[in-house]
């Protein structure tokens, strides 16, 4: 069974960083490509971060590129997001998604139950 | 950047009743896009891939369709299970941008 739980998520002043991880289990982890996507309260879902299977491409949303870095260790089954500047926001529920593919063109099968994070002083 | 719209942002409908919901992107997307489900506190769903497949273990009452810039997801029976917020979203290797949300509730 796929499984991805996040953590890391908290209350942070603004312009302060932290760091949220993803434990994958029940998969090839470094057979897929990873994402995190974030939802404010109330709000819709936007995509934030994805990193192929091998690191080798990464992309950001323009809204936290500069400030948000992914990355993933493909022996820990981890996924992970270093998040710095942070601004009020910021606030959201963060999940971890599983891509389809390592690479190609890939929807988002499996997602996590997501991680809180409140940006407020 | 890639952006999407839905159509429309809420939808009151009764079970039974057929329900389409629009997606549109800005620029050609060719096929590559999915629909997925929200109930509230819960993590999206995958619903359609690749504009037009379902994914496994969904009931086959949803279904898409379109290319380029326009889509549709269609449900032909709501049911009681179908209350909840669609997201379209558009997607490549490593990013997705979704569409801002349907919410679909009892009429």
């Known amino acids: 069974e796929v499984q991805l739980v996040e953590s890391g998520g908290g209350l942070v002043q603004p312009g302060r960083s932290l760091r949220l991880s993803c434990a994958a289990s029940?998969?090839?982890?470094?057979?897929?490509?990873m994402h995190w996507v974030r939802q404010a309260p109330g709000k819709g879902l936007e995509w934030v971060s994805g990193?192929?299977?091998?690191?080798?491409?990464?992309g950001y949303a323009d809204s936290v590129k500069g400030r948000f870095t992914i990355s993933r260790d493909n022996a820990k089954n981890s996924l992970y997001l270093q998040m710095n500047s942070l601004r009020a926001e910021d606030t959201a529920l963060y999940y971890c998604a599983k891509g389809d593919s390592s690479s190609a063109p890939s929807p988002f099968d499996y997602w996590g139950q997501g991680t809180l994070v409140t940006v407020s002083s | 950047d890639i952006q999407m719209t839905q159509s429309p942002s809420t939808l009151s409908a009764s079970v039974g009743d057929r329900v389409t919901i629009t997606c549109r992107a800005s620029?050609?997307?060719?096929?590559?896009l999915a629909w997925y489900q929200q109930k509230p506190g819960k993590a999206p769903k995958l619903l359609i891939y690749k504009a037009s497949s379902l994914e496994s273990g969904v009931p086959s009452r949803f279904s898409g369709s379109g290319s380029g810039t326009e889509f549709t997801l269609t449900i032909s029976s709501l049911q009681p299970d179908d209350f909840a917020t669609y997201y379209c979203q558009q997607y490549n290797s490593i990013s997705g941008t979704f569409g801002p949300g349907t919410k679909v509730d009892i009429k």
């Open positions: 990193i192929s299977w091998n690191s080798g491409s990464i």
């Open positions: 029940g998969f090839t982890f470094d057979d897929y490509a």
């Open positions: 620029q050609s997307i060719s096929s590559w």
